[in-house]
């Protein structure tokens, strides 16, 4: 079966969740028996995420393959639980280089590049390619930023050409849009969404249906006039109604029969829809009444995206708990400005995510004293194993101007420092440890427990490392070297033996939790603060 293709645009503003969209509609999809992958063309310039600011663009999502992505391929592996590629995020500026390496070799023939036809091929190039390296059953194509932007505007003729090149029945069109309520005048306003799509029919696309995000459901009054103004029938106008939690989208879409029209509009089977196992754990996580507080300790608390596979990482585990997981957001540089104080009182749990650069370090380490010394279950990814070995060497061993080599290249005490490979390196993109690595664990250790394995492929992205010169003194003062790169080379756990959980990774856990089954260490991250919380 030839490949079906469902572009998903979005308008009036950004953030209205299309990867949440592509991802429910590909778990759907999926359940029906179809194989599914989603693309996500990104509009910006840069070729990647991976040098971008966190408070830009959020969190950097990394694939098996060490492709540093967009954090909506997140969504799609978490929904659909299909491992991505880089193939599955190409931006502008990978298109644009493609295009321009092309015409440096020649391939052109001399002929004037120009947008189209030449940028907008290489865009249909790189979704035909996905579905021919994929083989999947139906491709799913986010488009980035929102109907009008100038740097859409490639990608949006490009859907317009594919649509014109292929069949009909194998090209569907679904335009996320917003249907506002103004409490000022009680009413549902269905302006925004008309202008959304009449700039789509502006530049030659017609949607096929209509996505219309709001907080209150849309009568069929209103559905019709949406429908009459946007050129579309009722029926394909869907309501997509604000949720508790994003992982009853999928659910709240199959109730709207949205998965159905879609599968009529592309003329394939209505296979039966399998995800009574999705609503009962849903509902059953929705009556759940524990909690407990987990204290996240970073310097980009104020932007969430940030965070957003550690956000969803701990849902997913609070559902295997049966626990509901309150997160209190601590920027670690009030910490250091201000003391610790009362700041993680009443937390059943600390974790120092990752990051970069020393602007809030101080904070980290205080916190994981405050962790190691009161026993309270601690958690540390990548930095925050770093800063974990650091604290450990100043309060433990002694060595009081141990530091990160990152921070500060001439301490006496370089715990954590510059990996060998990446001494030579000056480019800043795509050039970290990146992507999968094995790593073995110690039979005995919380690590292993966990996984209940002794052989475990991990996700990374750093440039530092545990300094191998220390590791006897760490492990003869309580510090277990848990995990190793399979040459024994390089530190990938470490975790405190005298203490309830103190565990960390220089590995990224949270990029290969999935809804379906949540990430061993942060499964048992929660079942350990439970315990602290209990007692």
């Known amino acids: 079966m030839a490949a079906k293709y469902i572009f998903f645009t979005g308008g009036v503003v950004s953030s209205l969740g299309k990867g949440i969209a592509c991802s429910s509609l590909g778990l759907l999809l999926k359940s029906r028996g179809y194989k599914v992958t989603i693309v996500k063309l990104d509009p910006y310039i840069n070729v990647d995420p991976g040098t971008m600011s966190p408070y830009q663009h959020g969190e950097v999502y990394v694939t098996n393959d060490g492709a540093e992505t967009d954090l909506d391929l997140g969504h799609y592996e978490r929904f659909i639980d299909t491992d991505m590629s880089q193939i599955n995020n190409t931006t502008a500026g990978q298109i644009y280089n493609n295009v321009i390496q092309k015409e440096r070799r020649g391939d052109y023939l001399g002929a004037t590049v120009q947008v189209i036809p030449h940028i907008t091929d290489e865009i249909k190039n790189h979704i035909k390619m996905v579905a021919e390296k994929t083989k999947a059953d139906v491709v799913i194509v986010e488009i980035g930023g929102t109907v009008g932007d100038i740097e859409s505007l490639p990608f949006l003729e490009s859907l317009r050409q594919f649509r014109l090149q292929n069949k009909p029945e194998d090209t569907l069109v679904v335009h996320l849009t917003l249907v506002p309520f103004i409490a000022a005048a009680e009413e549902l306003k269905t302006k925004p969404t008309q202008h959304s799509v009449m700039r789509l029919r502006e530049i030659g696309i017609q949607a096929d249906i209509l996505l219309c995000r709001t907080d209150r459901k849309l009568d069929i009054s209103t559905k019709e006039k949406i429908g009459l103004f946007c050129n579309v029938s009722s029926q394909a106008v869907k309501t997509a109604l604000d949720v508790k939690t994003i992982y009853e989208v999928p659910i709240q879409y199959a109730e709207s029969g949205f998965d159905d029209l879609v599968l009529e509009r592309l003329q394939l089977p209505k296979n039966q829809l399998e995800i009574s196992a999705l609503r009962e754990k849903i509902n059953r996580y929705k009556k ?248």
């Not at 009182?345 to 101080?362: D, H, K, Q, T, Y």
């Not at 370089?414 to 490979?421: A, D, Q, S």
């Not at 750093?462 to 010169?469: A, G, T, Y």
Request: proline share 4%.
């Open 288 to 535: 759940v009444d524990k909690q407990i507080e987990i204290a996240i300790c970073g310097k980009y608390v104020d932007l969430l995206d940030a965070y957003k596979s550690i956000m969803e990482s701990f849902i997913h585990a609070g559902m295997e708990n049966d626990v509901k997981v309150s997160l209190k957001w601590i920027n670690t540089e009030t910490i250091e400005h201000d003391g610790l104080g009362d700041k993680l009182a009443g937390c059943s749990g600390i974790l120092v995510p990752g990051g970069f650069g020393e602007r809030g370090i101080e904070g980290k380490l205080s916190a994981i004293r405050y962790a190691r010394e009161n026993k309270i279950p601690f958690f540390g990814i990548c930095l925050g194993l770093q800063c974990a070995a650091i604290e450990f060497a100043r309060n433990v061993l002694g060595e009081t101007k141990a530091n990160s080599t990152e921070f500060d290249p001439n301490s006496p005490s370089p715990v954590i420092h510059l990996m060998e490979h990446q001494r030579e390196i000056s480019n800043k993109g795509g050039t970290m440890r990146l992507g999968s690595y094995p790593c073995k664990l110690k039979n005995g250790t919380r690590a292993f427990q966990a996984y209940g394995n002794d052989l475990i492929d991990e996700r990374h992205r750093h440039r530092w490392e545990f300094n191998n010169s220390y590791r006897q003194r760490f492990e003869e003062n309580g510090m277990i070297i848990s995990g190793l790169s399979p040459d024994e080379k390089l530190v990938e756990m470490i975790e405190l033996k005298d203490h309830p959980w103190f565990v960390g990774c220089q590995f990224h856990p949270e990029l290969k939790s999935r809804l379906s089954k949540a990430h061993p260490l942060f499964r048992e991250f929660v079942a350990a603060a439970i315990k602290f919380s209990s007692l």
